[in-house]
């Protein structure tokens, strides 16, 4: 059938599993803006930057440190980094809350945008000036490499792998928040921080720990996306503009939509690669418009 | 005389004399076209309150539109202008109607989706150039009589059209309409209540401050006879934002005092400290939101009101 448009079930194969992990990151980047807005009521315009931090990070580990430290040999490897570096961009995180964030929750929220816009800005700036524009590349692990035969397509051991991490996250964190204690207190915290404040709960260490968590996740996706897609430092930018677009589409009213508008649109978008490549870099934009038209407030948001 | 008036004799002066004084008119003309532009987005988020993050789209695809039509169409540059100030109105329309259905911080999320979507048709499509942009757009003869090649003519042409500009945003923010505008900025529920029909005046608010971005955009085509992707980059959406805030959001004069530090910064640094430019616009960013969100003429107007008060 696929033949008779002139595609091989090969390509539309390839181009779905691509589609799919654009969606695994716009759904981790997605999930990220959607907890850190429900705590802060700030859109953080930095993820994106945060995100390039993590996959700069990881980059620098395995190839830079090791010299930097007199020891040539030494390596941060990619296990190591999945673990160490979300951590490092997240304490940043806290730090940058701690300092700047925190003093315009009382403000109208724009500010909170600008002031990321800023911090974004900077950090691109810094990486630019380190690195150049042109992109890193960074090896797949070991264990890693080579492909797994599914009879109808080959499939890249370490794709697999990203999408199984994502999702995994992905789920993890809707665990969290949905069904646990300490989740329920996030999500009283997003309806009424007040109220939760007077029952004796430290809402600010938790506003605090939020971001540091949303800039986390940010991080991880970027260790995640470090083999697959080059390391520079504009990787951020592009990649946030299109997830404020999903966002846009799912509203950030849920958890689990946003997950799952994040891997629709991507799948989406790896269709729309196959049928008409011309359109592949606009079509969440045009989802986006539709959907505005049709449901104001997202897929799965709420009217307020 | 008031403040404004003396504010607005200062730059009518300053206008006409600055590039007899040796001030170079390329550079002054650059800092015009920003400087409307700049206005143009302080009447949207300054006066109305609503966030555009996408205002680049305008410039830019009016840039486009100015160059295609003068170039390509043949238009007279004072044609070529209109057509594209009413192409950014008509593309300020539809962004327009489909933003203002969320509000607040979806608002800027999706004029900068709408904006990076046009980034990417401008980027594929044949006429626009790609990546080179749109160059050698001839500079033309004004009203065919006076040769804008000049380099004095054309900048008297760039800043009687910032002025006339200039001099609307000021009349229609001291307008009745420009008093909806701010009371939407104030308390939109408000605003419903006493019976405004609020989605239109935002509506017309985004077409005018687009309109306006777009002869800001048309006008610095002619100027440096080039139409490029940097303009409709969402990092000139960035720029503008910076440039209303560094003056004073809600401001006259503010947007103006900032497009002359920002576009006169990047002019002095650029050569100097290469690629540390987009560290240094962004460490001023951070530190306006933190320490001075009235920016420097949004300062000053306090400082005077305070003196009076004693």
């Known amino acids: 059938m696929f033949e008779l448009l002139g595609i091989t079930p090969q390509a539309l194969y390839s181009q779905l599993l691509v589609g799919l992990i654009n969606g695994s990151f716009y759904a981790m980047m997605s999930l990220g803006l959607a907890i850190i807005f429900g705590m802060l009521n700030i859109i953080n315009f930095t993820h994106g930057a945060q995100y390039m931090m993590g996959a700069f990070l990881a980059w620098i580990g395995l190839t830079q440190l090791g010299p930097w430290l007199g020891h040539p040999d030494f390596a941060l490897n990619y296990w190591v980094a999945l673990i160490v570096v979300p951590l490092v961009v997240g304490a940043l995180g806290i730090l940058i809350e701690r300092t700047m964030l925190q003093r315009l929750y009382k403000l109208d929220h724009l500010y909170g945008l600008l002031l990321t816009f800023g911090i974004a800005l900077i950090l691109e700036g810094l990486f630019r000036y380190s690195y150049g524009v042109s992109g890193q590349s960074y090896d797949i692990p070991e264990s890693l490499r080579g492909a797994i035969n599914l009879g109808f397509m080959y499939l890249p051991k370490y794709r697999a792998w990203v999408i199984v991490a994502s999702l995994a996250v992905c789920f993890a964190t809707w665990y969290v928040i949905e069904r646990t204690k300490l989740g329920s207190y996030l999500r009283a915290g997003t309806e009424n921080p007040r109220l939760v404040q007077a029952f004796g709960v430290n809402v600010p260490l938790m506003i605090t720990l939020t971001y540091g968590f949303g800039v986390a996740l940010a991080a991880f996706a970027g260790v995640l996306a470090a083999p697959i897609f080059t390391v520079s430092p504009l990787m951020g930018a592009n990649l946030i503009i299109v997830v404020f677009a999903v966002v846009v589409i799912g509203g950030m009213g849920s958890i689990l939509g946003s997950i799952v508008t994040g891997l629709g649109l991507g799948l989406l978008e790896g269709l729309t690669k196959v049928f008409y490549p011309e359109a592949s870099s606009v079509v969440v934009f045009v989802i986006m418009s539709i959907v505005l038209l049709v449901r104001p407030a997202g897929l799965f948001g709420r009217e307020k | 005389m008031t403040r404004t008036q003396l504010g607005f004799a200062a730059l009518i002066i300053g206008g006409i004399i600055a590039p007899l004084i040796g001030i170079y008119p390329t550079f002054l003309m650059k800092c015009w076209c920003f400087a409307l532009f700049a206005c143009a987005f302080n009447?949207?988020?300054?006066?109305?309150?609503?966030?555009?993050?996408?205002?680049?789209?305008?410039?830019?695809?009016?840039?486009?539109?100015?160059?295609?039509?003068?170039?390509?169409?043949?238009?007279?540059?004072?044609?070529?202008?209109?057509?594209?100030?009413?192409?950014?109105?008509?593309?300020?329309?539809?962004?327009?109607?489909?933003?203002?259905?969320?509000?607040?911080?979806?608002?800027?999320?999706?004029?900068?989706?709408?904006?990076?979507?046009?980034?990417?048709?401008?980027?594929?499509?044949?006429?626009?150039?790609?990546?080179?942009?749109?160059?050698?757009?001839?500079?033309?003869?004004?009203?065919?009589?006076?040769?804008?090649?000049?380099?004095?003519?054309?900048?008297?042409?760039?800043?009687?059209?910032?002025?006339?500009?200039?001099?609307?945003?000021?009349?229609?923010?001291?307008?009745?309409?420009?008093?909806?505008?701010?009371?939407?900025?104030?308390?939109?529920?408000?605003?419903?209540?006493?019976?405004?029909?609020?989605?239109?005046?935002?509506?017309?608010?985004?077409?005018?401050?687009?309109?306006?971005?777009?002869?800001?955009?048309?006008?610095?085509?002619?100027?440096?006879?080039?139409?490029?992707?940097?303009?409709?980059?969402?990092?000139m959406s960035g720029e503008v934002v910076l440039m209303t805030l560094i003056g004073g959001l809600g401001t006259v004069f503010g947007p103006v005092v900032g497009a002359f530090i920002v576009v006169g910064l990047q002019n002095q640094l650029a050569d100097k400290v290469g690629s540390w430019v987009q560290v240094i616009m962004g460490a001023i960013f951070v530190l306006f939101v933190l320490a001075f969100r009235r920016g420097i003429v949004g300062e000053l107007i306090a400082l005077f009101e305070r003196k009076r008060v004693r």
Not at chain 2, 100 to 106: E, L, S, T, V, W
Not at chain 2, 126 to 147: A, N, S, W
Not at chain 2, 163 to 170: K, Q, T, V
């Open chain 2, 43 to 235: 009447l949207l988020l300054g006066y109305t309150g609503l966030l555009s993050f996408g205002h680049a789209a305008f410039l830019g695809a009016a840039g486009y539109m100015a160059g295609h039509s003068i170039k390509v169409w043949g238009l007279p540059p004072e044609l070529g202008i209109l057509t594209a100030t009413a192409f950014a109105g008509v593309l300020g329309y539809a962004f327009g109607s489909l933003a203002i259905r969320r509000a607040g911080i979806y608002f800027a999320m999706i004029t900068l989706a709408l904006a990076q979507m046009l980034y990417f048709l401008w980027l594929q499509m044949k006429f626009t150039g790609g990546e080179d942009g749109l160059q050698g757009v001839p500079r033309g003869k004004l009203f065919g009589v006076i040769d804008l090649a000049d380099n004095l003519n054309l900048y008297y042409f760039v800043f009687a059209i910032f002025l006339s500009g200039f001099f609307l945003i000021y009349r229609t923010i001291n307008s009745p309409f420009g008093q909806v505008l701010k009371s939407i900025r104030e308390n939109e529920p408000r605003a419903i209540s006493l019976g405004y029909d609020v989605d239109k005046y935002k509506l017309l608010a985004f077409v005018l401050s687009a309109a306006l971005s777009g002869l800001a955009g048309a006008t610095k085509t002619v100027v440096f006879q080039l139409a490029s992707l940097t303009d409709a980059h969402w990092h």
